[in-house]
């Protein structure tokens, strides 16, 4: 019989696969690049002016960055359980039960 835990005890690095280590740093890196959008957008505001599609399109970049950085931060800190599939040896009928 397996004991329950009421507290995950093991670290976050340990628990955490490739993929979502991945997609914390690609979070990590459009976050910066949303930073440098917002740098871009406040030198070259006052030059261009709000009409100024180089204005228009670091808006638009900004929320991008910001958008997509939130999803892969999420899914990068997301405590996923294990999604394979695991049979018992030996146990179930001929019709390949899982447990």
Not at 15 to 44: I, T
Not at 72 to 85: D, K, Q, R
Request: hydrophobic share 45%; net charge positive.
């Amino acid at each position: 019989m397996k004991k329950l835990l009421l507290a995950d005890t093991s670290s976050l690095h340990s628990r955490r696969g490739l993929g979502q280590r991945v997609a914390y740093g690609f979070a990590l890196a459009f976050y910066l690049c949303a930073a440098l959008c917002v740098a871009g957008f406040l030198l070259w505001y006052g030059e261009l002016g709000g009409e100024h599609p180089v204005i228009a399109s670091l808006g638009a970049s900004l929320v991008f960055f910001i958008g997509a950085g939130i999803v892969l931060h999420v899914i990068g800190h997301a405590n996923l359980p294990s999604l394979g599939f695991s049979q018992a040896h030996g146990q179930g009928g001929e019709g390949g039960e899982m447990r």
